[in-house]
Nanobody, 126 residues
Framework: VQLQASGGGLVQAGGSLRLSCAAS????????MGWFRQAPGKEREFVAA????????SYAASVKGRFTISRDNAKVAVNLQMNSLKPEDTAVYYC????????????????????WGQGTQVTVSS
């Protein structure tokens, strides 16, 4: 399984960016897809996730209402629309894919994910 993320960049506070991630390979049994981020000196943290079965979504409290995750129905891929960006959103963003079935609560658990993309830098200037 390979994950390819794209769409990062530099934006001013209050602006928007759209990240995309596409998976290839043996993805038939995947449960959903998630986004995580890691700022310098900090641990990787959950951002958002979507479950394939019913398109249920999960968001970190810090991004809820500003970020929207959606699936590209034509393939195993997701988009992350990020609006009202803040300097504290600056981080490397990683998309991830679990290898097994899980529960809704597992979508926000970093340990649930087996496959990771290469990361894309998002920088928000004040």
């Amino acid at each position: 399984v390979q994950l390819q993320a794209s769409g990062g960049g530099l934006v001013q506070a209050g602006g928007s960016l759209r990240l995309s991630c596409a998976a290839s390979g043996r993805t038939r049994n995947s449960y959903g897809m998630g986004w995580f981020r890691q700022a310098p000196g900090k641990e990787r943290e959950f951002v958002a996730a979507i479950r394939w079965t019913d398109y249920s979504t999960s968001y970190a409290a810090s991004v809820k209402g500003r970020f929207t995750i959606s699936r590209d129905n034509a393939k195993v891929a997701v988009n992350l629309q990020m609006n009202s960006l803040k300097p504290e959103d600056t981080a490397v963003y990683y998309c991830a894919l679990p290898s097994d079935r899980g529960t809704y609560s597992s979508l926000s658990d970093r340990a649930f994910y087996k496959y990771w993309g290469q990361g894309t830098q998002v920088t928000v200037s004040s």
